[in-house]
């Protein structure tokens, strides 16, 4: 056999350096970190190979065609004028598996007719440029039917048959490479492309199904927020009994107070001197009373005088009884233990007051409840599975909880002239309340659907125009 001649052992030189640069530009592309970085090696690198004006890798994945890579940008913009004409070139054609799909300024077949004016605009003034359309489709292992990369080339001075045929052997390296690293998105990134695909109809149809679904399904809780004050759990209010003067003021406003320790004391003189009057008089009708009934037995006439003498003897017992009663009261003590709510000290000495007088109150602090007021049209979360949390003013990151002692069995008119129903709620901690302290109270009902909730909002909502 003839040895071959110069010519053909270039071209052999020729094949296999082109051959050992498409498998290192594959190797190069995989060795790549992430999807990104995989379609900028394409796009960029290949010019070693081919000719090219510029191209762009399209991700033909999820609710619209993007640009994943554009030669000579670091960071493709998506609205730019170039990459939106590709995006929109990309959702209009269809590239064959097999083979690559190569368009011209005019003479194309089997594309659509707005493909066509996007080629004639991105051609305007250059007759003689082209582009070179490859799928670089999943691999054939892969189950799932996934939407494929669209790698677009084009040259200004149009391909040559060269060209077409190592970028299509490099196509199918670039399309392992650009897989592999698609592959390591999570899954629900690479499954939102096949909402594209669904009827506008039936997307509605879904959506609508599923929320009726979700409105009679779910079920939450009712909610109401009301303002609630701690209080004692005992009111422990001391008015007056009898008509006079204070005299002496022993505990003052905020003292503590144990059980039974004297507070306030009356000025008692003038029932001592009624007393002493009354006692006196009671000996001396007492006296007259013995010597009438002697010198009856003697006097019949004297027997009505002893019957009137008795009468009224018995007349002073009875006023000597309500004067000691009336001095047993002028000494006020603290019915509980606890602290000492009344007025100022100086206000207090000397005060007269009348029967029915509140003088002062005393507070218990180990004793302490919450009061919330809930307003009536709030009523429906009342009920059986009915929950309290508190938050107050003082600590809002903190609940307290506790038990609910008592629900008032129709709303009360408040200060602030709203109908509530008063729910008396005992915290589990008393240690750091105060008597009079407020806050939010978050009281939930019984859990409804979620229609009727949102329902309800509504018509309410409504009824307030």
């Known amino acids: 056999m003839p040895p071959p001649d110069q010519k053909e052992l270039d071209n052999l030189k020729g094949k296999l350096n082109v051959l050992s640069a498409i498998i290192r530009l594959g190797h190069e592309a995989f060795r790549k970190n992430d999807l990104e970085t995989t379609a900028s090696c394409i796009v960029n690198n290949t010019k070693l190979l081919a000719n090219y004006g510029r191209a762009c890798i399209i991700d033909m994945r999820g609710l619209s065609p993007s640009v994943l890579a554009v030669s000579g940008q670091a960071v493709p913009k998506q609205d730019s004028e170039y990459n939106a004409a590709m995006r929109r070139l ?81 196509a199918q390296h670039y399309a392992e490479a650009i897989w592999f690293r698609a592959a390591a998105r999570p899954g629900f990134f690479s499954e939102l492309h096949r909402l594209r695909k669904l009827n506008p109809v039936k997307v509605i149809a879904g959506v609508l199904l599923f929320t009726l679904i979700l409105l009679f399904a779910v079920r939450v809780r009712q909610y109401a927020v009301s303002d609630f004050e701690i209080s004692p759990a005992n009111d422990s209010i001391v008015y007056s009994q009898l008509a006079g003067t204070l005299r002496k003021v022993i505990k003052a406003n905020g003292d503590k107070a144990s059980e039974g320790e004297t507070v306030l004391e009356f000025d008692t003189d003038e029932l001592n001197f009624k007393l002493a009057d009354s006692l006196n008089e009671y000996d001396q009708v007492t006296a007259e009373l013995n010597a ?61 007051v009348k029967p029915g007088d509140k003088l002062f109150e005393i507070i218990p602090q180990d004793k302490l409840i919450a009061e919330i007021y809930l307003s009536e049209r709030d009523a429906s979360v009342i009920g059986k599975g009915m929950t309290v949390s508190l938050y107050l003013h003082t600590q809002p990151e903190t609940p307290l909880r506790g038990e609910i002692i008592s629900v008032s069995p129709k709303p009360t008119l408040t200060e602030d002239r709203r109908f509530c129903y008063i729910i008396k709620f005992r915290p589990d901690k008393s240690s750091g309340l105060i008597c009079g302290m407020r806050g939010v109270a978050r009281v939930g009902g019984e859990k409804v659907s979620l229609g009727y909730h949102l329902f309800r909002s509504v018509v309410l909502w409504w009824r307030k125009i």
């Open 90 to 170: 990309a959702s209009s054609v269809s590239v064959p598996a097999a083979s690559p799909l190569i368009l011209r300024a005019t003479g194309n077949e089997n594309i659509s007719e707005a493909a066509q004016d996007e080629i004639t605009k991105i051609f305007e003034g250059r007759s003689r440029s082209s582009m070179i359309m490859f799928q670089l489709s999943p691999p054939a292992g892969n189950e799932k039917k996934e939407e494929p990369f669209l790698w677009i080339v084009e040259f200004f001075d149009g391909e040559t048959p060269q060209d077409a045929s190592t970028l299509g052997l490099l």
């Open 292 to 352: 009438a009934r002697q010198k009856s037995f003697s006097n019949p006439e004297l027997i009505a005088k002893a019957q009137l003498l008795d009468i009224k003897r018995k007349q002073d017992e009875i006023n000597i009884a309500k004067i000691r009663w009336a001095l047993s009261k002028s000494i006020l003590k603290s019915p509980a233990s606890g602290t000492v709510v009344m007025d100022e000290k100086e206000k207090m000495t000397g005060k007269s």
